[in-house]
């Protein structure tokens, strides 16, 4: 099993950054993708930015140029800085890890944007 740990979320005005970090524990051994997912009041869960373990990044299109997806393959620890937030990205971010063919999520953290 693995267990995935998040922190970072918060309050901030449009603008404003955040940086979110996921370190998972555990069983971690064959982790291969990470990446960050997160779901706003009303709709479904969406993926924000994924990361191999080779280090091939995607993206929404909605943070392209904003967010950026980052790992310490030592630590598989994954990140997610976030620049100029708006309150659009208000939701519940959540860490994701692909383990062969399990896929493991953190609790989640709030990031809140304030206009």
């Known amino acids: 099993q693995v267990q995935l740990v998040e922190s970072g979320g918060g309050l901030v005005q449009t603008g404003g950054s955040l940086r979110l970090s996921c370190a998972p524990s555990?069983?971690?051994?064959?982790?291969?993708?990470m990446g960050w997912y997160r779901r706003a009041p009303g709709n479904q869960r969406e993926l924000v930015a994924g990361?191999?373990?080779?280090?091939?990044?995607n993206y929404a299109d909605s943070v392209k140029g904003r967010f950026t997806i980052s790992r310490d393959n030592a630590k598989n620890t994954v990140y997610l800085q976030m620049n100029s937030l708006k309150p659009e990205d208000t939701a519940v971010y959540y860490c994701?890890?692909?383990?062969?063919?399990?896929?493991?999520w953190g609790q989640g953290t709030q990031v809140t944007v304030t206009s």
């Open positions: 994701n890890a692909i383990q062969r063919t399990l896929s493991f």
């Open positions: 990361i191999t373990s080779h280090g091939v990044k």
């Open positions: 555990g069983s971690i051994f064959g982790i291969n993708t």
